[in-house]
């Protein structure tokens, strides 16, 4: 019979708990659960409402996985699904959304090793409350200068009146993320968002970039803004990533952008991490900014240059 765990009073039955998803680390599933049990009460917050989409790796990280945003299979039926309208057409997607910690194990245990979010809940799925830029950089820039480029956002959001957020993504860069209140739709939050990252891009041309095509880039650091718009998502906090190494994406507090590195924290450091203080987003919807003023704001500083 599979081990089960509870979790607020549904038993998940768990498998192959020895298996090593992380070869290199020696990293196995057993450990990845042990991790989201751990964050369950800081990540939950972040992945409830939310449509997700999952990066599985059933046979571990050294072998293909694949992103599944639609559930396949027999689901408890404590597991919320919904029915998303295709942005396009008139049929619906199926997603399941993240409101506990069950889900979480469950899904988990099925390998789930990345949660990804949309950048809007399903009670108003068509107005996002979040806006994002990923910092992006091709390999080997020197995480000063990631740094740099973090601050110089940070520096431009609060001008325009968003309250800046960060997060080491685990992976090469930083997101910095801005609360919004849900007044604007997809289409002019991802204006919104191209024309931030285009102003950061034209004060550092040489370094920075928005530009789609990869060939277009060179070595200059690209500025994302994708992630913004319907139906794409962004790392959630706490979610491990898929790479050697075990990382963890992390919300930060601006005061520790100098020590950090955007795959600087594993598994060990979010449990001590989360044991000594609360999570740095946790309020972060107390700050939403409304996006047609930040527009104003954002118009006016490009009609002043």
Avoid: C
């Avoid at 996002?128 to 110089?152: F, H, K, N, Q, Y």
């Avoid at 906090?237 to 898929?242: G, K, M, T």
């Amino acid at each position: 019979m599979a081990p089960m765990l509870q979790v607020a009073g549904h038993d998940i039955a768990v498998s192959s708990l020895d298996k090593e998803l992380f070869p290199d680390d020696h990293f196995m599933k057993g450990d990845m659960l042990l991790h989201y049990s751990t964050v369950a009460d800081a990540m939950v917050p972040h992945l409830a409402g939310r449509p997700l989409t999952l990066l599985r790796f059933p046979h571990g990280i050294g072998t293909e996985g694949f992103f599944q945003k639609h559930p396949t299979g027999r689901l408890p039926e404590w597991v919320r699904t919904v029915e998303v309208p295709h942005r396009r057409t008139t049929g619906t997607d199926h997603y399941v959304v993240g409101d506990d910690a069950a889900t979480l194990l469950f899904l988990a245990n099925l390998s789930a090793i990345e949660f990804h979010i949309w950048t809007a809940t399903v009670d108003d799925i068509e107005r996002p409350d979040r806006l994002v830029v990923d910092i992006d950089p091709p390999s080997g820039v020197p995480v000063a200068v990631l740094r740099s480029i973090a601050r110089r956002a940070r520096d431009l959001f609060t001008e325009v009146g968003l309250t800046p957020y960060l997060q080491a993504t685990g992976g090469r860069g930083y997101h910095v993320v801005a609360p919004l209140d849900r007044t604007a739709d997809f289409p002019f939050v991802r204006a919104l968002a191209g024309d931030l990252a285009d102003r950061l891009a034209a004060a550092d041309p040489d370094m920075l970039t928005t530009a789609q095509r990869k060939n277009r880039r060179g070595d200059r650091i690209f500025l994302d803004v994708n992630r913004n718009g319907h139906g794409q998502t962004f790392v959630a906090p706490y979610s491990l990533r898929a790479r050697p190494g075990a990382a963890v994406a992390t919300p930060l507090e601006w005061n520790e952008l100098g020590r950090s590195t955007p795959n600087g924290y594993n598994t060990t450091a979010i449990s001590r991490r989360l044991a000594r203080k609360t999570d740095p987003w946790a309020n972060m919807d107390e700050h939403a900014a409304t996006p047609a003023e930040v527009r104003i704001r954002l118009d006016a500083l490009n009609n002043d240059a």
